[in-house]
């Protein structure tokens, strides 16, 4: 034991020494657990150290042997999913085409279709209504059952947090530390906002047991009790609520984390027919590629990614890196003015078609062809790792079929780019690869498995409805509110806290 403890310590100050070029020296002193200092040290918090052999002195070993085995496992689960299933799906054009799923809150449970953003943190459902969205099946032509209300007095486990709660933002303009902490979340796209109180209650999880069972886990989160909702929150996108996946400590990824309940991070994983999956504490393939996630003024707030340069065809093109803003609830890719100049125009080099122009199209680089032959794209980041777009056109139909594509890119309006809908990664890491088909199980309600459906922001996910005539779309996809078919078949979100540098 104590040749082992030498050379621990021994790998320690040397990879301090190289680390450190030999500009200082480190060092460390160790103190035993049970030593006379270390027993002054818990006395000086706890006020008590148990007697040897008694009761209280094994409980104390059997506390720091579970927190040694936490610290080894990550969580107490290898993945958690919501209660209802770890499906998620695009319910088309009345939802606005972003993401959702179906989670359960509070004692009894009720039941929310939350949109899901990488975006933003809070997770927050209309409750005790002011201003709300439409909750009626009726009134939502993909829904076969009435959205909910939240009501925190009908919940036995839900509390409001005070203005002195270390997470209540704007506890400072509180007149009282102790009355309810309100809360407001401001968004870009189209002056839409939702607020009220924040509350704690119960977020209701699964997992899966290894003879393929599952059990429920209850998880306590905060929630946003949103009275009053604005803009495309009051018209179809997200009426019934949305869940923030963000870095922020008030997300429900980064409770479950704090909690040990999980790894920390998610996945979130999209198929061509619009459904996916979403799991907590799954940490993807190892062999996946990677590349580090980038501070934003020296910290880590959101996801940003560093693109090296851009590739059309077997050209990489030169003044092409940017650094880009990677989020589930913006659907088009946005590049750089100077770097989408110079990939649209080696695209339309490449191309084999007629430029043309389709009415009611915003895309500058378009083509009359009944081919959907084109060059590939493909980002560049650090350490050699690359993403090939699998398909970065919009394809145009007519009455006979076919009639041309757009180049799906568009050019974003300062030096922030924005990957729509693509992958993060665990850490500080982005996986670049599309996980194999059945890589993961399949923990969903059997009728689920039957019947799942086919702005740039603190939190962008508010898409927006597809006009009924496609001469609205100019308006629709300049305020980044649309979905591009662009994307490769479950494509890999993860995401993990940065707790040290």
């Known amino acids: 034991m104590a040749a082992t403890r030498a050379l621990v310590v021994s790998l320690i100050v040397a990879f301090v020494l190289v680390e450190c070029g030999l500009a200082a020296t480190y060092s460390a002193r160790l103190i035993h657990r049970f030593s006379d200092e270390a027993k002054a040290l818990r006395v000086s918090r706890s006020g008590v150290w148990p007697e040897r052999w008694s009761l209280e002195y094994y409980r104390m070993l059997a506390s720091s042997d579970v927190e040694r085995q936490k610290m080894k496992l990550g969580g107490a689960y290898q993945y958690l999913f919501p209660?209802?299933?770890?499906?998620?799906?695009?319910?088309?054009?009345?939802?606005?085409?972003?993401?959702?799923?179906?989670?359960?809150?509070?004692?009894?449970?009720?039941?929310?279709?939350?949109?899901?953003?990488?975006?933003?943190?809070?997770?927050?459902?209309?409750?005790?209504?002011?201003?709300?969205?439409?909750?009626?099946?009726?009134?939502?032509?993909?829904?076969?059952?009435?959205?909910?209300?939240?009501?925190?007095?009908?919940?036995?486990?839900?509390?409001?947090?005070?203005?002195?709660?270390?997470?209540?933002?704007?506890?400072?303009?509180?007149?009282?530390?102790?009355?309810?902490?309100?809360?407001?979340?401001?968004?870009?796209?189209?002056?839409?906002?939702?607020?009220g109180l924040l509350v704690e209650d119960i977020l209701h999880l699964a997992a899966s047991s290894s003879d393929a069972s599952n059990h429920s886990v209850r998880a306590p989160v905060i929630i946003g009790c949103g009275r009053k909702q604005s803009g495309g929150y009051l018209s179809g996108v997200a009426p019934d609520g949305l869940m923030g996946l963000g870095l922020g400590e008030i997300s429900v990824p980064s409770f479950l984390a704090r909690a040990d309940m999980v790894k920390n991070s998610f996945s979130f994983c999209f198929d061509e027919d619009g459904s996916g999956r979403i799991f907590f504490g799954d940490q993807g393939l190892a062999t996946q590629q990677s590349t580090q996630f980038l501070p934003s003024d020296g910290k880590y707030i959101t996801y940003i990614a560093g693109v090296e340069s851009c590739c059309v065809g077997s050209s990489c093109l030169e003044q092409t890196s940017f650094k880009a803003l990677v989020d589930s609830g913006t659907s088009f890719t946005f590049l750089p003015r100077e770097a989408y100049e110079r990939v649209a125009e080696e695209f339309d080099r490449q191309v084999n078609a007629t430029k043309s122009s389709f009415e009611g199209y915003p895309w500058r680089y378009c083509y009359r062809t009944s081919s959907q032959k084109t060059p590939s794209v493909k980002l560049e980041f650090a350490s050699n790792s690359s993403f090939t777009v699998r398909n970065p056109i919009f394809v145009i139909y007519g009455s006979q079929g076919v009639v041309g594509f757009c180049l799906a890119i568009q050019q974003a309006d300062g030096d922030m780019g924005t990957i729509g809908r693509q992958d993060l990664s665990d850490g500080k890491r982005m996986p670049l690869t599309s996980p194999p088909s059945g890589s993961y199980p399949n923990p969903l309600p059997t009728t689920e498995q039957q019947s799942t459906p086919g702005g740039h922001a603190v939190a962008p996910a508010v898409a927006g409805r597809t006009p009924s005539k496609s001469s609205a779309l100019s308006t629709l996809i300049s305020s980044q509110l649309c979905l591009a078919n662009f994307l490769p078949p479950l494509l890999l979100m993860l995401h993990q806290l940065v707790l040290t540098i």
């Not at 606005?96 to 943190?121: C, R």
């Not at 909750?135 to 007095?153: H, K």
């Not at 303009?173 to 902490?181: E, I, V």
Request: glycine share 6%; with cysteine; net charge negative.
């Open 83 to 195: 209660s209802e299933g770890s499906a998620t799906m695009s319910l088309g054009n009345d939802f606005g085409w972003l993401h959702y799923t179906w989670i359960d809150i509070g004692t009894p449970s009720v039941s929310f279709l939350v949109a899901l953003d990488a975006g933003s943190d809070l997770l927050w459902v209309p409750c005790d209504c002011v201003q709300c969205a439409p909750l009626s099946a009726s009134y939502y032509s993909s829904l076969d059952r009435d959205l909910n209300e939240y009501n925190p007095s009908g919940s036995s486990t839900s509390k409001h947090l005070s203005c002195s709660h270390q997470l209540c933002e704007l506890g400072p303009n509180c007149k009282d530390p102790k009355q309810p902490c309100p809360y407001s979340v401001n968004y870009y796209s189209q002056n839409t906002s939702t607020s």
